[in-house]
């Protein structure tokens, strides 16, 4: 199953509502993750099964979707959340992720 | 805490063997699914592969018969066998636990910070 990311890079600034869609090319139920990963760290778990915010995660990150069209949403950016963003989905084997955001300053 | 600690990376020749470990604290290797994931320089993160708690493990089609995923209850350790290197396999590998809910895996939600596997003559 691919997963396709966009965009693939954006500028924002603090405080701005943030989006970044992720589409599967094939229905993964509810089996869709987000992480977040900044440079030189290993990705760390936002969202799990599509909205399921993990524990520790501020309530500004926020997950959407159903079938095959996925959403994460940062509803005000902060400075910490300049990182890069993957979907992934684990309906089916092999597990796969997108292919990443980046957001950046503006 | 709970926290993974992954080591054993190194410098490698093409065609030559190397494993990992990856140590846990915290939590149980054995009761639960863990993985492997690699990410090459510049790209995005690749499973590589999983091993459930009941034994059953799987792998990307690019490892297979080159790579083996075990566990040492005894440690509280999980181990990636890799055979066969090549230069395609120089990453960053990180081990990671796999949630589940229902049977069914949910998300990667603890993450090592990864070894540096370098394949080259």
């Known amino acids: 199953i691919q997963l396709t990311q966009s965009p693939s890079s954006l500028s924002a600034s603090v405080g701005d509502r943030v989006t970044i869609t992720c589409r599967a090319s094939?229905?993964?139920?509810?089996?869709l993750a987000w992480y977040q990963q900044k440079p030189g760290q290993a990705p760390k778990l936002l969202i799990y099964l599509i909205s399921n915010l993990q524990s520790g995660v501020p309530s500004r990150f926020s997950g959407s979707g159903s079938g095959t069209d996925f959403t994460l949403t940062i509803s005000s950016l902060q400075p910490e959340d300049f990182a890069t963003y993957y979907c992934q989905q684990l309906n089916s084997y092999p597990l796969t992720f997108g292919g990443g955001t980046t957001v950046e300053i503006k | 805490e709970v926290q993974l600690v992954e080591s054993g990376g190194d410098l490698i020749q093409p065609g030559g063997s190397l494993r990992l470990s990856c140590a846990a604290s915290g939590f149980t290797v054995s009761s639960n699914y863990m993985s492997w994931v690699r990410q090459a320089p510049g790209k995005g993160p690749e499973w590589v592969s999983i091993i459930y708690s009941g034994g059953r493990t799987y792998y990307t089609d690019s490892v297979k018969g080159r790579f083996t995923i075990s566990r040492d209850n005894s440690n509280n350790t999980l181990y990636l066998q890799m055979n066969s290197l090549r230069v395609e396999d120089t990453a960053v590998y990180y081990c990671?636990?796999?949630?589940?809910?229902?049977?069914?895996?949910?998300?990667?939600?603890?993450w090592g910070p990864g070894t540096i596997v370098n394949v080259s003559s």
């Open positions: 990671a636990k796999v949630g589940s809910i229902a049977g069914r895996l949910s998300a990667f939600d603890i």
């Open positions: 094939q229905g993964i139920d509810s089996y």
